[in-house]
């Protein structure tokens, strides 16, 4: 039974268009994180929200737009995609704002042509 | 603001030979630090988690880790490693309080490949 899962797995899109990652976690948790790994591995925190209330937003670009309808669900919106925005973008949820144990999920490759 | 570096980007070693991932943390505030694994196509899982108390913390698989406040070091090693071991590992640190608390700031990860 996964914790935490993303959709879709990968996403190959063009220039210009609109896409979502959806994710959903069955711990129970209260907050929820995106973040992003680029093309150097490196793993960034976009946003987390706690409650469904939004509490980091890192310099992340307006074109950037996550949504979370309830507890156990936060979407990810991207609008008018860019090349640089080809990355692997990772969900993840921990109980409280500490982020002392956060649960992953395996990410979604995105491929921006 | 608080960073990661992880000094070794590949690990290769022999099956049950010792190895150590080398992390080192800048922050302004005190830490909390942690070791995550992700296995080919899957997402990170945490190995171990420094909080407080005892430098030397233990986790999963047989991994173990010192903290070390003086050094700004938190090094994660295994006595004897199986070839299934074979992972990428990152370091996190998060802040203990102030602008940092909630957030954790990765490393650039460690390909630890393990040859029979």
């Known amino acids: 039974d996964t914790a935490v899962s993303q959709t879709p797995k990968y996403l190959v899109t063009q220039m210009g268009n609109d896409k979502s990652i959806k994710c959903e976690q069955n711990?129970?948790?209260?907050?929820m994180y995106w973040y992003k790994q680029d093309s150097k591995k490196f793993l960034k925190i976009m946003f987390s929200?706690?409650?469904?209330?939004?509490?980091i937003n890192e310099t992340v670009p307006n074109r950037f737009s996550p949504k979370s309808p309830d507890k156990a669900h936060l979407n990810l919106h991207i609008n008018s995609l860019e090349l640089g925005d080809s990355a692997v973008y990772f969900c993840?949820?921990?109980?409280?704002?500490?982020?002392?144990?956060?649960?992953f999920g395996q990410g979604t490759r995105l491929t921006v042509v | 603001a608080q960073s990661v570096t992880q000094l070794d980007s590949q690990v290769p070693v022999f099956e049950e030979a010792p190895v150590e991932l080398r992390c080192n943390y800048s922050?302004?505030?005190?830490?909390?630090l942690f070791w995550y694994v992700q296995y080919p196509n899957q997402g990170l899982q945490l190995l171990l988690k420094?909080?407080?108390?005892?430098?030397l913390v233990k986790g999963i698989n047989g991994f173990e880790a010192e903290f070390n406040k003086s050094q700004t070091s938190f090094h994660l090693r295994k006595p004897s490693v199986h070839i299934s071991d074979t992972a990428e590992y990152f370091c996190?640190?998060?802040?203990?309080?102030?602008?940092?608390?909630?957030?954790?700031?990765f490393g650039q990860g460690t390909i630890l490949t393990v040859h029979p």
């Open positions: 711990l129970g948790h209260d907050t």
């Open positions: 420094y909080l407080s108390g005892s430098t």
């Open positions: 929200y706690n409650n469904k209330e939004l509490i």
């Open positions: 922050s302004s505030v005190s830490v909390y």
């Open positions: 996190a640190v998060s802040g203990a309080g102030g602008t940092s608390y909630g957030k954790l700031t």
């Open positions: 993840a949820s921990s109980q409280g704002m500490q982020a002392f144990e956060a649960f």
